[in-house]
């Protein structure tokens, strides 16, 4: 895509956005942090998540992609307080749990990442079977 291509694509965006409610903008924020994601541009959907945090604190599902672009850039440490907060804001949230048991893992804390695994299966999540064998 041209980069005039691009800087109207993304103009259109900001216009359409700032047409929105908070909760509206926030989740095309998720979106398009998700594109990025998608074409492995984690520098930029992470950017795009904290803007959609920005435009609405309270969205669970913004801090949990946060996360998970933090993880995509190496920054595992940090990714685990955006899955705490997605977990303070709904906890309810499997997949916040799978993935910080995930980050807690690469991080040595077996028992942490245990705890998080059980607790992502309690709530449904599927196919951990391998990831909690260990730890029943």
Known sequence: MSNIRI????????FLISCKSSHE???????????????????KAHDLYQKAINAEP???VAWFYLGNAKRNMGMTKESIADYDKAIQLDSLFADAYANRGDAKFSLKDR???????L???????ENLDEKTKWCK
Do not use: H, P, Q, T
Request: glycine share 6%; proline share 0%; with cysteine.
């Open 25 to 43: 903008r926030s989740v095309a924020y998720i979106k398009e942090g998700n594109e990025m994601e998608r074409n492995s541009e984690f520098s």
């Open 111 to 117: 028992d942490g990442s245990c705890k998080d695994y």
């Open 58 to 60: 309270s969205n669970a």
């Open 119 to 125: 607790k992502a299966e309690s709530l449904g999540k």
């Open 7 to 14: 800087f109207f694509a993304l103009s259109a965006l900001i």
